[in-house]
């Protein structure tokens, strides 16, 4: 390993136990660093963009929840890369038993309605039109709105990892939610497609 390569190494060692002891500027470099690589990893296994995005996002969260648990005997790329390839066989294992199951049931008695099923797939569905109306949100209210609400950050929190005042990132994320308010609930507040309750998680 030449020295360049060890000189990185050991900077994303010391970024992750910094993550471990709850630094957000920290999480922030590492999120930056490491998510194309997550993605790349993901979306060798689904070979779907959308899916792929999903987990990365899980992938990354999952990398500040578990970084108490890091070794830095190990390399940083290598243990993100492991939470990664088990995040995207998860979701494929998981894929396949909903196909599975479902198939179990349209063969048992194709007259009969799944509620499990449908139910799921709404799940898909609401899930999808969230994703698309953070997608179309300009890109700093974006990642007010995850730090904010996904990432559970602090007001004091978001400031420091966006490098704003602390107003400006409220502000930013509250300006987030109320245009995914009105993306996903209807003119007259009423919900188009059972959206309501999803851009109620957003309050607070």
Known sequence: MDDELRRRRDEERALLLRVAAGDREAFRRIDQRFRPLVLQVVRRQLRDDWLAEDVTQDVM???????????????????????????????????????????????????????????????????????????????????????????????PELGRVLGVPTGTAKSRARDGVLTLRRTLVGPAGEDSGGSGDRAGRFDG
């Open 61 to 155: 969260l999952e990398v500040w929840r578990l970084a108490p648990r890091y070794d830095p005997a190990h390399p940083a790329i290598a243990w993100i890369r492991t939470i990664a390839t088990r995040r995207a066989v998860d979701r494929v294992r998981k894929a396949q038993a909903d196909r599975d199951r479902d198939r179990r049931v349209g063969i048992r008695d194709h007259e009969d309605v799944d509620h499990g099923a449908l139910d799921r797939a709404e799940s898909v569905l609401d899930r999808m039109a969230l994703r698309r109306a953070l997608e179309a949100l300009p890109e700093r209210q974006r990642h007010a709105v995850a730090l904010r609400y996904l990432a559970d950050l602090t007001g």
